[in-house]
């Protein structure tokens, strides 16, 4: 990528006129070597991205007539519109791109650790992309077996729950007054098969949609990995060259916080993963490496998801025991004391510092507009607002 943003714009009527369009001269303004803050030949990156030339001088911009400037207006208006009803179709998979984008972001700085160790470019991105599966079907594997048991329990004990109600007289009197039986059998009409079907269909296309939209981001994801580079020069390119090289700096800041906010995340996900696994353990409560995974996984949604994480294991206490109930309460107290005031400050505040209240609100509006997603890409857009507000708008407000 040329980092040529320090020379002077004046450079251009230097060139030879075979090389218009290719970009300002590479040498002085004296014709003969570099004068005070020019860029020798040596300083230059080559980019695929700048012009070859082959195609002739770019002509002169047309003249602004009213008709060329409401033409154009119009032109305008209508391709707005077009733009908006494409965002507006394509908001499914926009999301899905997005959610991409974000992995790719916090996965890039392994891909570039292996790098460092000696791997090629591909077996990096593969050897990434291999773990992220395993930790996939691995939670998988310990949260899928304990649903089915516990369904096929329930529907195998449900005949006897059904006749535990039926010799209690109080329900025996409440479904003579009200004729449950009756209303149950007019209730179970063509109408209501149809819609049970409906929701049998409805259920299966969610889970195909669900797996649809899995797979989706994990080859978006693959994509972005493998061309990282590029595409981060690639939209470097579109900037204009007097203001490339801040951007380059200030972009690549962004990236790193974004990065690091991942990293950061997944370390605390971990450690609470962990932490409940073993206290599972010590308790002796069912499937402790599922409710393991489901704190970790819940532990990665900012503001609420550590609660969330806590009551499920909670409840499931409150099922086997309740002093084992009250155990797991008193533990996910104290942990997440810990894990505010103790982990999250030294993992994540060195990453993105960003104020309480800020990441709260922008966690609240994420949820609103994208739900889970929108929580988890919350913080990292909150940190690079933050950046781009400190070193662009408010220097420029701060100069007028």
């Known amino acids: 990528m040329s980092q040529e943003g320090s020379a002077a714009p004046d450079d251009d009527e230097t060139a030879p006129a075979g090389d218009a369009g290719i970009g300002p001269s590479r040498v002085g303004s004296t014709g003969v070597g570099p004068g005070p803050g020019e860029i020798t030949p040596d300083e230059i990156e080559p980019s695929e991205f700048e012009p070859s030339g082959r195609f002739g001088v770019p002509g002169r911009p047309l003249r602004r007539s009213p008709f060329l400037v409401g033409f154009t207006g119009a032109l305008g208006v209508l391709l707005a519109y077009a733009v908006f009803l494409g965002l507006r179709n394509a908001a499914g998979i926009l999301v899905l791109v997005v959610i991409a984008l974000f992995l790719a972001v916090g996965l890039h700085p392994a891909v570039v650790r292996l790098r460092r160790w000696g791997l090629p470019h591909g077996l990096a991105v593969a050897a990434v992309t291999l773990t992220v599966l395993l930790l996939i079907v691995g939670g998988l594997l310990a949260l899928v077996p304990p649903v089915v048991t516990q369904s096929g329990q329930f529907v195998q004990q449900l005949p006897g729950y059904v006749e535990d109600l039926r010799r209690n007289p109080t329900v025996n009197d409440l479904v003579v007054r009200y004729d449950v039986v009756e209303r149950v059998q007019s209730a179970a009409d063509a109408g209501t098969i149809g819609r049970a079907l409906g929701?049998?269909?409805?259920?299966?296309?969610?889970?195909?949609?669900?797996?649809?939209?899995?797979?989706?981001?994990?080859?978006?994801?693959?994509?972005?990995?493998?061309?990282?580079?590029?595409?981060?020069?690639?939209?470097?390119?579109?900037?204009?060259?007097?203001?490339?090289?801040?951007?380059?700096?200030?972009?690549?800041?962004?990236?790193?916080?974004?990065?690091?906010?991942?990293?950061?995340?997944?370390?605390?996900?971990?450690?609470?993963?962990?932490?409940?696994?073993?206290?599972?353990?010590?308790?002796?409560?069912?499937?402790?490496?599922?409710?393991?995974?489901?704190?970790a996984v819940t532990d990665l949604i900012p503001q609420i998801g550590a609660t969330l994480g806590a009551v499920v294991v909670t409840l499931v206490g409150l099922a086997t025991d309740l002093p084992v109930g009250i155990a797991c309460l008193v533990f996910f107290v104290v942990y997440q004391q810990v894990e505010n005031y103790l982990i999250y400050p030294k993992i994540m505040r060195r990453a993105v510092s960003v104020n309480e209240v800020a990441a709260l609100l922008a966690a609240l509006l994420g949820v609103s507009l994208l739900g889970v997603v929108g929580a988890l890409i919350a913080i990292p857009t909150v940190a690079a607002l933050q950046l781009i507000l400190r070193e662009v708008v408010l220097p420029r407000q701060d100069s007028r």
């Open 199 to 295: 929701g049998v269909l409805g259920g299966a296309q969610l889970i195909f949609g669900t797996i649809f939209r899995t797979l989706t981001v994990l080859v978006l994801t693959i994509y972005f990995l493998a061309y990282f580079n590029r595409l981060r020069d690639l939209g470097y390119a579109l900037v204009p060259r007097s203001r490339r090289q801040r951007v380059r700096l200030i972009g690549d800041e962004i990236l790193t916080r974004v990065g690091a906010y991942m990293v950061g995340a997944l370390t605390i996900a971990v450690l609470a993963g962990a932490s409940t696994f073993v206290f599972a353990l010590v308790v002796d409560l069912p499937y402790p490496f599922a409710l393991a995974v489901v704190v």
